[in-house]
C-alpha cells in the first residue's frame, strides 16, 4: 500500500525512529498509513483513539478502545465487529450508514449528521445517545428510539437526542 502512497515518507519517518530510539510508531499512523501493520497488540487501545478529520475508510474487527473513539468526518461507512469503546463514540458527519450488532459504548455514542437509518441489536450504551439529524430522528420520538433499543435487547441509560 505504501509503495505508491504520497505519505510513503512520513510512515517510513515514524518507522526509522523505531529502529533508532526505539519508540512505536503512533497507531494513528499505522491506521492511516499501513493497516495491514496493525497486530493484535494493536487492537487493544488503553487510552483514546482520534482518527477525526481523516481519510480512513475502515477500522479493523475486534478493535477496543479503552478511552474515547473519534472517527467525527471520516469516510468510515461500517464499523467492525465486536467494537467496544470505553468511553465515548463520536461518528458526527462521517459516512456511516449502519452499526454493528453488539455495539458496547461506556460512554456517549454520537452519531448525528449520519445516514443511519436502523440500530442495531443487543445496543449498548452507558451515556447519551445523539441521533440529531438522522433518519431515526426524522421518524421516531426519543421513546420510540428507547422501545425500539430494548426490544432489540439493548439499551441507553442516559438521554436520547432526536
Known amino acids: 500500500m505504501l509503495k505508491d502512497s504520497p505519505h510513503k515518507f512520513v510512515y ?6 523505531e529502529k533508532k530510539k526505539g519508540t512505536e510508531t503512533p497507531l494513528r499512523v499505522k491506521f492511516l498509513y499501513a493497516p495491514d501493520e496493525i497486530t493484535d497488540e494493536d487492537l487493544n487501545v488503553e487510552g483514546d483513539l482520534d ?9 479493523p474487527d475486534n478493535l477496543q478502545v479503552g478511552g474515547h473513539l473519534d472517527l467525527e468526518n471520516t469516510n468510515i461507512e461500517t464499523l467492525p465487529d465486536n467494537l467496544k469503546v470505553g468511553g465515548f463514540l463520536d461518528l ?5 450508514t449502519s452499526l454493528p450488532d453488539n455495539l458496547k459504548v461506556g460512554g456517549t455514542l454520537n452519531i448525528k449528521n449520519t445516514d443511519i437509518k436502523t440500530l442495531p441489536n443487543n445496543l449498548q450504551v452507558g451515556g447519551f445517545l445523539d441521533l440529531i439529524n438522522t433518519p431515526i430522528a426524522k421518524k421516531y ?13 439493548g439499551y441507553v441509560k442516559e438521554f436520547i437526542y432526536v
Not at 51 to 59: A, D, M
Not at 92 to 96: F, M, P, R, V
Open 12 to 17: 517510513n519517518f515514524f518507522k526509522f525512529l
Open 51 to 59: 482518527l477525526s478529520y481523516t481519510s480512513i475508510t475502515s477500522i
Open 141 to 153: 420520538t426519543k421513546e420510540e428510539v428507547r422501545n425500539m433499543i430494548e426490544d432489540k435487547g
Open 92 to 96: 458526527d458527519n462521517s459516512l456511516i
